[in-house]
């Protein structure tokens, strides 16, 4: 029993640094795109 929650504890874990790994790109690669398109939008 506390073998399996030691699993599922580092499992959580796992999950939580995956979210950061992929969250911390996404939030980098949003604010190019919308700097981007921010200023395509001004020459129209």
Known sequence: MI???GIV????????W???LLFLPAVI???IIKDYLSR???KF
């Open 3 to 5: 073998s399996l929650m």
């Open 29 to 31: 690669f949003w604010e």
């Open 18 to 20: 995956w979210i950061c």
């Open 40 to 42: 395509n939008f001004k």
């Open 9 to 16: 504890a580092i499992g959580q874990d796992l999950i939580g």
